[in-house]
């Protein structure tokens, strides 16, 4: 029987945002959101925080601690190890990485990797290998015998700082690409080669963020699907300004 666990990798110690991840948004944490939205993801059957043991992540414990949300504290540089810790303490199986600075995070797309990881004979599914999604919606699932083997054997600093660079990079798993579901290419804004930014990096990605939110959250209902966003983007283009300078990931 699975025990799917969402790892949601949190620290305060952006160079670019510091403290991102608990800047507010709305009258909540940014953190607050992400974990709300990938427990509302109906294939998820717990959520947990992995953050690191430096001082500065102690807001980030006092946080979980306040909210009755679970979390475990590990290396910040290592953070391969500190995922693997996390997943082991938690028996997981499979394991889905989420990240803290992507606040319209999907359940719906949650549940569509989930389910094409389930459906597929593959050991990694994910949204990222070739986005169609925009970035801030990122997913990626794997089995924990997949995670077992890039602890064990990923050495280079980029692969134990980005989780799963070994697992895509290594040529040693079977992985799967989830295209979105919905047509990008119908909205007057975008392109074939348009990434969206849905992602908080940057002081402008937070005040795009902070924009949209106000626009889409009624009466304490925070939870709201891409296609909002995109409509409201496509009636509202001076939001689509605020970050358009800062290029999406790919």
């Keep these: 029987m699975s025990n799917t666990i969402a790892i949601i990798q949190a620290r305060m110690g952006s160079t670019r945002l510091p403290g991102k991840v608990l800047k507010s948004i709305g009258d909540r944490p940014m953190l607050s959101h992400v974990v709300e939205r990938a427990r509302s993801a109906s294939l998820i059957d717990r959520v947990i925080i992995a953050t690191s043991t430096e001082s500065s992540d102690d807001a980030v414990a006092s946080f979980c601690d306040s909210r009755d949300i679970e979390y475990v504290r590990g290396s910040e540089d290592d953070v391969l190890d500190r995922y693997y810790q996390t997943a082991y303490s938690a028996d997981a199986d499979p394991v889905v990485r989420l990240t803290a600075d992507c606040p319209f995070l999907s359940p719906a797309v949650i549940d569509r990797v ?10 990694y599914a ?36 980005h989780v799963t660079t070994y697992i895509r990079e290594s040529g040693e798993f079977d992985a799967v ?11 007057e804004f ?16 937070l005040e795009f963020v902070r924009g949209v939110y106000d626009r889409l959250t009624q009466r304490g209902h ?8 995109l409509e409201l983007l496509e009636r509202t283009p001076e939001l689509r300004q605020i970050n358009k300078d800062r290029t999406a990931d790919r």
Excluded: C
Excluded at 138 to 156: G, I, Y
């Design 114 to 123: 989930l389910r094409v990881y389930e459906w597929s004979d593959a050991t």
């Design 177 to 187: 690409n989830v295209e979105n579901v919905i047509d990008m290419s119908r909205y």
């Design 190 to 205: 975008t392109d074939e080669e348009t990434i969206l930014r849905w992602t908080v990096d940057y002081p402008e990605d």
């Design 126 to 161: 994910t949204n990222i290998i070739e986005y169609t999604h925009p970035d801030g919606l990122d997913v990626e699932v794997f089995d924990f015998a997949s995670l077992d083997a890039a602890w064990k054997h990923a050495s280079s600093p980029e692969a134990r700082e």
């Design 222 to 229: 925070w939870i709201f699907d891409q296609q909002s966003v």
